[in-house]
T-cell receptor
Framework: GDSVTQMEGPVTLSEEAFLTINCTYTATGYPSLFWYVQYPGEGLQLLLKATKADDKGSNKGFEATYRKETTSFHLEKGSVQVSDSAVYFCALKAAGGTSYGKLTFGQGTILTVHP | ETGVTQTPRHLVMGMTNKKSLKCEQHLGHNAMYWYKQSAKKPLELMFVYNFKEQTENNSVPSRFSPECPNSSHLFLHLHTLQPEDSALYLC?????????????FGPGTRLLVL
């Protein structure tokens, strides 16, 4: 079945450091890929998405590129802020089969940014 | 503000109680979802409704009973729950079930079963 694997956290960085959170997936066909962010005490918010190979999603300084050859969708940010502290979820939405249209999530990566 | 609201935000209930969670979306979407978020586990899809019809029941125990009276409202009726059902329950909606569509989430209901 479909699955998403994220790098295990927690990840702790200093303000203005470079961030990478790795995400790889297994899926039938060519799924859509998403990054969601969950701030403390809140639900999930869409951060960015990509719906086809080589697409780059970007938002609030975060970027991720849909890499079909490596089945990856790594999240990056050049300079993190304290306000970026949250849990980040990589997810895919299947493009075919019995899982069509359903979101499959990774386990989440906790990011803490210190001043 | 995501346009998806959930009430209550927090709920404590005993194992013999009956309670209901409510979700409302103000986005004009046609598909709605219930997810369960437990500590140290990936988000689990529970139910999917598309144009008020249930299209997915992900092997959820019968003590959880969903209801979708219209495309804007989704309920999760709870009865005789177990302590392991304590979790954050998230509602989401999307325009349709298409794989490119983004799901928008509510803030969740934090449930504690004693």
């Amino acid at each position: 079945g479909d699955s998403v694997t994220q790098m295990e956290g927690p990840v702790t960085l200093s303000e203005e450091a470079f961030l990478t959170i790795n995400c790889t997936y297994t899926a039938t066909g060519y799924p859509s890929l998403f990054w969601y962010v969950q701030y403390p005490g809140e639900g999930l918010q869409l951060l960015l998405k990509a719906t086809k190979a080589d697409d780059k999603g970007s938002n609030k300084g975060f970027e991720a590129t849909y890499r079909k050859e490596t089945t990856s969708f790594h999240l990056e940010k050049g300079s993190v802020q304290v306000s970026d502290s949250a849990v980040y979820f990589c997810a895919l939405k299947a493009a075919g089969g019995t899982s069509y249209g359903k979101l499959t999530f990774g386990q989440g990566t906790i990011l803490t940014v210190h001043p | 503000e995501t346009g998806v609201t959930q009430t209550p935000r927090h709920l404590v209930m005993g194992m013999t109680n009956k309670k209901s969670l409510k979700c409302e979306q103000h986005l004009g979407h046609n598909a709605m979802y219930w997810y369960k978020q437990s500590a140290k586990k990936p988000l689990e899809l529970m139910f999917v409704y598309n144009f008020k019809e249930q299209t997915e029941n992900n092997s959820v125990p019968s003590r959880f009973s969903p209801e979708c009276p219209n495309s804007s409202h989704l309920f999760l009726h709870l009865h005789t729950l177990q302590p392991e059902d304590s979790a954050l329950y998230l509602c989401a909606s999307s325009q349709e079930l298409l794989y490119q569509e983004t799901q928008y989430f509510g803030p969740g209901t934090r449930l504690l079963v004693l």
